[in-house]
């Protein structure tokens, strides 16, 4: 079984060779892929004399323009000044700090002593959290990692909401000027925290990679939502262009290049191009496939030759959202569960482990395939009242019976942990249309299940279910556990590539340019495999061997 | 003789061709040199539709990009909200606004129709006056015209002055701030009244090329002007990228394009590149020479294979500054002026024929021309009180004698138009600087004034003084009058040409590239001919074999 714990916790990204083999490799070799983003050139250059009258600017450039092999770099308007200004004091010899941007380099600043790292921030624009990493883009390393919570929650927490409330006005402002302002305050916030911790200012971070969803990212770049909602689901931008920090009025260096990760689609954003640039999905040999899981399962298949996507609504169940005691993963959620087949008897785990406050993603699939394989549940996932495992442990309600995971006197909060009826038709909702995706998805491009190598699992889902629980439920497929590969925060990982690794950045032109989007709103195929996979584990229960199927009670 | 009356002033620039072979000839062919900066590109893109998820920006910028020759446009982060929903609102077809800046093409707008115009804004940036002209990127077509004063004047009325006021702080500010805040509300008050007078707004104006002396550059720019004036004289930039006018915080479309011409070093400024961009010196098989004179007098000789510069003090009596009743070129200055060498009796012309209110730069070189014929003044310019045609003219004043160019009766101020003995020598000094730099440039190329195929004169000088007169004083050298060509505002139309012709966007980036500067404060050669340039017209009185010589008086 592969190492579910893995998170890119460590002090150096790994590069990509070493995520292709081993998610346990973190240490990178450095000559191999940390070429930054920003570079630094060491400049040396003649006093201005009488018979020699070139600007200040004029010289610095001269000089810079042979070591960029005869590419003239542009300064931007606002550095002009502070760039000569520098240059001139430091001697006219020192440090150029070149950003490479796609249309060309850019001359931002000079310093006079080489500066020991140079401050990039990657983060991950989550719908509830943004998590961030400083990089360092000379050596590749991380320098700190955090997470805030996303300030946009107040004005709704899911997606959709906020959409609608970016429409609304607000005083003089927009709902969307509010959501901007929101994200933007909360990434201050995050990058003030983490330069404190290295004893830095925000004002040297020198460039911003951002991953998230392609909402977020409209919002992030103050872009009208209005019309990712709405059929045919169409974003204002899918690839903008990067720009300067000051543009959007960032408290990073003014003249910090900030790089939104590019989306496909309305349900296909830059959250999974990362996980695509994190997994190496797009460099392998054999066939592969990446599954971000949220209140959408988004989904890769492909290989260093083709990449086909979608996305489809696996329900909230998988987040958390839906289950009466639902949460999301965080201190007190019960992550993982057993339920004893022979004597019902419960045992469970929460996250960092506090008192139980409730149940996250991956419990509720370990609650439901324990209930299962203690047959306290059918096929259909509807309890068995009178299933003796389940004696004492199931209690009437006003919406029908309820399975207590967690006993009153056991809890937080005085009250019982609950698995509802209702919660439980939520979940085989969820894992249905999961399944279903998965099995669309491998049948249109003609890919049985077992032709793929590796099935990774981004993020939170990947990090704390457990693809045995899942396979047993027939969410996943029946392969071997090892195929499932668990890849922490892609979103972050692939944002804190695109930083250091000019491969990386390559990649993700290519990637966006290569993956075909499958569209499954309007998919027949999945509409029928989503009602053959109601069942425990599948209708067709030949596709799932290792799994028992009590059918026939 | 030429025609002295020239200036740019028809709808039309000429076209390069038409700049070199007439004068007059002001009506361009279109197809010849008519290439905007800024172009329009007709788009008809295919619907978002279920089965095409294109982002709307990525849409336009996809059917552009095959436009573009496979170039991929960029578009400036504050441009994409409005030119994405520019595009929806016109149902994905209209026009693209591209600005082609030297590293690429920027995508800055979206029409639904295509406009009749497409504004841009000329400016001369002189130290007292800001010239402009509005005209259009897609003809070529000169659409308003105007002056306004340099708002920076009552910060000092010469350069030095200004760069010293820099340094100065005024409260919160910096003299600096406060010069630059000035110049742009000058530029924003002309911009205002020109769109005005054609019905449009500051707004709409696309592209703004400036032109100015070093220093007024560094103003517009805020850049650092202390070294300008210290040895060994070196600006804070020369070339500096073109940039958004957003980003100097220029009310003209957000996304206009900014390009400042470039300056080969403090004492040689942008005005002179669009001098020779405008006079076509750059081009012509025959070697031809450009002079510009203010309180500096600067010289460009050469041809389409090489080009040598310079720029000496000639002192502030050309531009009227020192004589007493001296004044620039304005109404009811003195602009002509004629002494009948027998009778002695002064005709004189002023400047829109108002009552005379004082003398400017070329009234004073024909009335000390006029002097000398009459015998008035002697070879070293000092009066010959004796001399009978100067009867009932000469003044016993307390620093020597002065001539009564007019009597107090005549004159709008009550007293009398004076010639001072001090005048006089100051003018001499000037003529003495300004042959000596001609002689000094000539030579050190090995060029002699008759291997010059055309005397380019620009600005005020040229368009006022007669070249006559100025030979007859050992100011210019004794050439057939038909090689002074008078350019008008060269700096002006150089900036013009920026805008509307590709081809000198070129020639400007080759001749700042192939300027040899020649620096003249360190010149053993100069000194010595200034000594000898002192007497009217010469001391080698056979170099001006036209000009009657009394050195045997």
């Known amino acids: 079984m592969a190492s579910w714990s893995y998170t890119y916790h460590s002090g150096v990204y790994p590069s990509r060779k070493a995520s292709l083999l081993s998610p346990d490799l973190n240490v990178a070799n450095k000559g191999d892929v940390m070429q930054s983003l920003i570079k630094l050139y060491h400049i040396?250059?003649?006093?201005?004399?009488?018979?020699?009258?070139?600007?200040?600017?004029?010289?610095?450039?001269?000089?810079?323009?042979?070591?960029?092999?005869?590419?003239?770099?542009?300064?931007?308007f606002q550095r002009v000044a502070p760039v000569a200004k520098a240059f001139r004091q430091s001697g006219f010899k020192g440090y150029a700090v070149v950003i490479h941007y796609p249309n060309g380099p850019q001359l931002v600043d000079f310093l006079a002593q080489a500066p020991e790292t140079l401050v990039g921030l990657a983060l991950d624009l989550g719908t509830t959290h943004i998590e961030a990493s400083l990089v360092d883009l000379l050596s590749g390393k991380t320098l700190a990692r955090g997470t805030v919570e996303n300030g946009q929650l107040e004005f709704g927490t899911d997606i959709l909401a906020r959409i609608h409330f970016a429409a609304t006005k607000v005083g003089r402002q927009t709902g969307l000027d509010l959501l901007h302002e929101r994200v933007i305050a909360s990434i201050h916030a995050l990058a003030l925290e983490l330069t404190r911790r290295i004893r830095r200012k925000p004002g040297q971070i020198m460039a911003l990679c951002v991953s998230g969803n392609t909402t977020m990212a409209h919002f992030f770049l103050k872009q009208n939502p209005h019309h990712l909602c709405r059929e045919p689901y169409i974003p204002v931008v899918n690839r903008p262009d990067p720009f300067s920090a000051s543009e959007l009025g960032l408290d990073l260096h003014p003249a910090a290049i900030v790089i939104v990760m590019p989306s496909i689609g309305s349900y296909f954003g830059g959250d999974l191009i990362s996980g695509i640039i994190?997994?190496?999905?797009?460099?392998?040999?054999?066939?592969?496939?990446?599954?971000?899981?949220?209140?959408?399962a988004e989904v890769v298949v492909g290989n260093r030759d083709w990449l086909i996507a979608c996305a489809g609504a696996a329900g909230p169940a998988l987040e958390g959202g839906v289950a009466r005691m639902g949460m999301r993963a965080g201190p007190g959620a019960i992550e993982h569960c057993t339920i004893y087949p022979d004597s019902g008897k419960v045992e469970y785990q929460t996250i960092g482990g506090a008192s139980a406050r409730g149940i996250?993603?991956?419990?509720?699939?370990?609650?439901?395939?324990?209930?299962?394989?203690?047959?306290?549940?059918?096929?259909?996932?509807?309890?068995?009242?009178?299933q003796p495992q389940a004696a004492g442990r199931l209690l009437e309600q006003q919406d029908g019976l309820a399975y207590v995971v967690v006993p009153s006197e056991e809890t937080d909060l005085g009250e019982p942990i609950l698995l509802s009826q209702v919660d439980i038709d939520a979940l085989m909702r969820s894992k249905a249309a999961m399944y279903s995706i998965l099995a669309t998805i491998t049948n249109q491009v003609g890919v049985s299940f077992h032709d793929l190598h590796r099935i990774y699992v981004a993020g939170a889902f990947g990090k704390h279910i457990s693809p045995r629980q899942a396979i047993?439920?027939?969410?996943?497929?029946?392969?071997?556990?090892?195929?499932?590969?668990?890849?922490?925060?892609?979103?972050?990982?692939?944002?804190?590539?695109?930083?250091?690794?000019?491969?990386?950045?390559?990649?993700?032109?290519?990637?966006?340019?290569?993956?075909?989007?499958?569209e499954l709103n309007v998919n027949q195929e999945f509409m029928l495999r989503f009602s053959g996979s109601r069942i425990i584990p599948h209708t067709d229960h030949t596709l799932f061997p290792s799994v028992p199927f009590y059918g026939e009670s």
Chains 1, 2 share one sequence.
Request: proline share 5%.
């Open 472 to 518: 047993i439920l027939g969410m996943l497929p029946d392969l071997p556990l090892e195929v499932y590969t668990p890849l922490g925060n892609s979103s972050l990982a692939g944002a804190a590539l695109m930083l250091i690794d000019d491969e990386a950045r390559k990649r993700c032109t290519d990637v966006v340019a290569k993956v075909t989007y499958l």
């Open 278 to 296: 994190a997994s190496g999905l797009d460099q392998q040999e054999e066939t592969c496939m990446l599954i971000d899981v949220g209140t959408n």
């Open 44 to 76: 040396e250059s003649r006093q201005p004399s009488l018979g020699d009258n070139t600007g200040d600017l004029d010289r610095l450039k001269k000089v810079l323009c042979s070591s960029l092999q005869g590419q003239n770099p542009v300064v931007p």
């Open 360 to 386: 996250c993603g991956s419990g509720v699939i370990d609650l439901v395939a324990g209930l299962y394989l203690a047959r306290i549940i059918d096929i259909r996932g509807k309890f068995r009242a009178n």
